[in-house]
């Protein structure tokens, strides 16, 4: 029987160079414009995908990577910044809960105010009352027990994402002190819906690049973090399969 590869995606090409130049892929193939770039790793096949950025965009990419592929599981890596106070630059967030975090509604403004909609923004929850997507238990009772994840300073945490990159450090407590999101990415929400409909475990890992509140800027080396670490779990993966 033939095994169901593993498909790691990556927004920007900066989040994939270094698994494209540890796994030397033997194709490259574009779906509808979306590239795939068709790996192994000890004669198992793992696909990197390079979604594009924002959450239309990674939905697109999840839907055409599972008709295409039928993938085992989805690594959705790459970098986030920090909501929570405690983060630093380097530390692991995997999403066992996404918040999306661009559907909301605002109120009309009053002539003698500035425009300013966040400061009275009604937050909107997807289908009435929920407000996010889950990462299946099972694939994330196996991580957690993932020798390459003990090494590392990580949290099972809730991740915030929607097509915004939010630096007010304002918003950003509010969105941690009543949402729980501890860090902020851009693609998750599209993940976890499509593959969520489609009946295939995706987890979103990030690495926390930035923490505007505590003053740490963005590292772009964060990058390499996050493909290393999702490139050790998928070997985890295959190692034991392969036993």
């Not at 997507?133 to 809730?158: A, N, P």
């Not at 939010?166 to 929400?189: V, W």
């Not at 985890?236 to 399969?241: C, L, R």
């Amino acid at each position: 029987m033939m095994n169901r590869p593993i498909v790691i995606q990556g927004a920007l090409q900066s989040e994939l160079d270094y698994l494209l130049e540890a796994l030397k892929p033997n194709d490259k193939i574009t779906e509808s414009g979306f590239t795939f770039y068709e790996c192994e790793y000890n004669g198992y096949p793992i696909i990197i995908s390079q979604t594009k950025e924002g959450e239309v965009c990674a939905a697109i990419a999840t839907v055409l990577a599972i008709k295409k592929y039928n993938p085992a599981f989805i690594i959705n890596q790459g970098t986030a910044g920090a909501f929570a106070m405690h983060l630093n630059i380097g530390d692991v967030i995997v999403g066992k809960r996404i918040c999306y975090i661009s559907q909301f509604a605002t109120e009309p403004d009053k002539e003698t105010e500035p425009l300013n909609p966040w400061k009275r923004a009604e937050y909107r929850t997807i289908d009435g009352d929920k407000m996010s997507y889950h990462c299946d238990e099972q694939f994330l009772s196996w991580l957690e027990g993932r020798k390459s994840l003990r090494q590392e300073t990580v949290y099972f945490d809730i991740v915030g994402t929607g097509d915004v990159w939010t630096k007010s450090p304002d918003l950003i407590k509010k969105y941690n002190r009543e949402y729980g999101i501890t860090c902020e990415a851009m693609e998750c929400t599209g993940v976890y819906f499509a593959a969520n409909s489609m009946g295939v475990p995706a987890v979103t890992i990030r690495v926390i690049s930035n923490n505007e509140v505590m003053g740490q800027a963005f590292d772009e080396k964060t990058s390499i973090h996050s493909q290393k670490l999702s490139l050790e779990i998928a070997r985890e993966y295959i190692d034991e399969v392969k036993i």
